[in-house]
């Protein structure tokens, strides 16, 4: 689309849906856009047609298997009734998995007058017309999945909680303590985080805690790359997701040529300006964090300040995202994160804690798409648990972690980055069997 003159501004998520209408077929993806270009509607439908012809669709039976299928859903303001082109399109008020990620490209609040007219379009409004089919308690469900692609499969992260475990390969790790630098004793850590039931491993060669001191990216990646050749060649990994903890683009480029799957920014962009180019060319799926200044600077007096913390951190993360998104890295890629310990104090941590749905909601006035992405928490062992619980030493804050991962997989978090993978691992069974257990009664 983009080398045809049409510049996407939002993304939806992704949705893996039962076939419609003809049901003897595969599984459809189903997503949309929001775009701007110069193309009238009959030139725009022209050049969609050109491009599902490139990618190999060919004449079939209607509503039959196809490899693409591109449609004009809206054009600006305008009804178009025409012999080729019917705009809006026909049945979409009908259809669950086209209101899905329509309903996405919106916030909860109206942005400007083409969308309030997209609302008028439908005789209940847009958000009623999906309410109507069932509105979000479809999303989930057999037939409507948001699915996340990641090494090759459709990552359900709704299904169940997904477990992060931790792998620092810093000398100067606030938790560790450069415990695993030897490629040895970093193999052995991810052995024991496999047979705890760890689903992702987070591979961190650069230290992000309080006044850390950056490394460059040769010594990043002289730390890094020999591990993680290492674990892929492990028959045990199969199955298991592998991140990469940085800021750096250099080191997220590298990494993901040596076959890592996920990149993890903790600076959502802000310290390397190449990096949503870079993730953008690569399309694995990027977790995107809140963080103001850098490691050195983030728990200063001006990074510090917030009058609504959940309010403020939503908005940044946003833009970050949106920032992103413009690059071209699509909303059903990203996974957000609030940024326990980054530019925060206990009392904000704990108002995010309580306060996720907040964040989500917030986030969902600017782009209900973006506020549906998966939400990571990261809290283990950090300092705010050793002020509450009086435990001076990051390795004695096990048992707080195992409750503030409780309260943050309750508070809607669809995975969580810990050390003690094996007890965190049983919190988010007990958290997903009352999650559904509820869904059942």
């Known amino acids: 689309m983009k080398k045809s003159g049409i510049e996407i501004t939002r993304h939806a998520c992704l949705?893996?849906?039962?076939?419609?209408?003809?049901?003897?077929?595969?599984?459809?993806?189903?997503?949309?856009?929001?775009?701007?270009?110069?193309?009238?509607?009959?030139?725009?439908?022209?050049?969609?047609?050109k491009i599902e012809k490139e990618l190999g669709r060919t004449k079939g039976i209607r509503y039959g298997p196809r490899p693409i299928d591109l449609d004009i859903l809206f054009y600006v303001k305008y009804r178009i009734n025409s012999e080729i082109v019917t705009v809006p399109h026909e049945r979409i008020f009908e259809r669950p998995?086209?209101?899905?990620?329509?309903?996405?490209?919106?916030g909860s609040d109206i942005d400007d007058d083409t969308v309030l007219r997209w609302h008028y379009f439908s005789k209940n409004g847009r958000f009623e017309s999906w309410e109507?089919?069932?509105?979000?308690?479809?999303?989930?469900?057999?037939?409507?999945?948001?699915v996340l692609p990641v090494n090759n499969q459709l990552w359900d992260w709704s299904k169940r909680t997904s477990v992060m475990g931790i792998l620092n390969l810093t000398l100067d790790s606030f938790s560790v303590g450069g415990k695993f630098v030897s490629v040895g004793s970093a193999i052995s850590r991810v052995k024991t985080m496999i047979s705890e039931g760890v689903d992702i491993i987070d591979l961190g060669a650069q230290?992000?805690?309080?006044?850390?001191?950056?490394?460059?990216?040769?010594?990043?990646?002289?730390?890094?790359?020999?591990?993680?050749?290492?674990?892929l060649k492990l028959s045990e990994i199969e199955g298991k997701l592998l991140s990469i903890d940085k800021f750096y683009s250099e080191v997220a480029l590298e990494a993901i040529k040596k076959m890592a799957h996920i990149i993890n920014d903790v600076s959502g962009g802000t310290l390397d300006s190449d990096m949503f180019q870079v993730v953008?060319?690569?399309?694995?799926?990027?977790?995107?964090?809140?963080?103001?200044?850098?490691?050195?600077?983030?728990?200063?007096?001006?990074?510090?300040?917030?009058?609504?913390?959940?309010?403020?951190?939503?908005?940044?993360l946003y833009e970050r995202g949106r920032t992103a998104e413009l690059c071209g890295v699509p909303a059903w890629r990203m996974i957000l994160d609030p940024g326990i310990g980054f530019s925060k104090k206990t009392e904000d941590i704990l108002d995010i804690l309580m306060g996720l749905k907040r964040i989500r909601s917030e986030i969902g006035r600017k782009s209900l798409g973006v506020s549906r992405a998966p939400l990571l928490i990261g809290l283990s062992r950090k300092r705010f648990l050793g002020e509450i619980c009086g435990r001076a030493f990051a390795v004695e804050r096990d048992l707080g972690t195992v409750a503030a991962v409780t309260?943050?997989?309750?508070?809607?978090?669809?995975?969580?980055?810990?050390?003690?993978?094996g007890d965190n691992a049983d919190v988010v069974k007990l958290c997903d069997a009352m999650f559904d257990w509820v869904g059942r009664s």
Do not use: W
């Open 97 to 106: 998995f086209v209101m899905a990620p329509l309903v996405d490209l919106l």
């Open 132 to 146: 109507k089919l069932g509105g979000e308690a479809l999303i989930g469900k057999d037939g409507l999945r948001s």
């Open 407 to 421: 309260c943050a997989v309750l508070g809607g978090s669809n995975v969580v980055r810990v050390h003690n993978v």
């Open 207 to 231: 230290s992000t805690r309080p006044m850390a001191t950056k490394i460059s990216v040769e010594e990043e990646l002289d730390r890094l790359i020999p591990v993680l050749e290492k674990i």
């Open 280 to 316: 953008s060319n690569l399309s694995v799926p990027y977790i995107t964090m809140h963080m103001r200044g850098d490691p050195s600077t983030m728990q200063n007096n001006e990074n510090l300040k917030y009058d609504d913390v959940c309010k403020e951190v939503a908005d940044e």
């Open 15 to 49: 949705y893996e849906t039962e076939p419609a209408y003809v049901t003897d077929q595969p599984l459809f993806l189903n997503s949309a856009i929001r775009g701007v270009t110069k193309l009238g509607p009959h030139e725009l439908l022209s050049t969609l047609k």
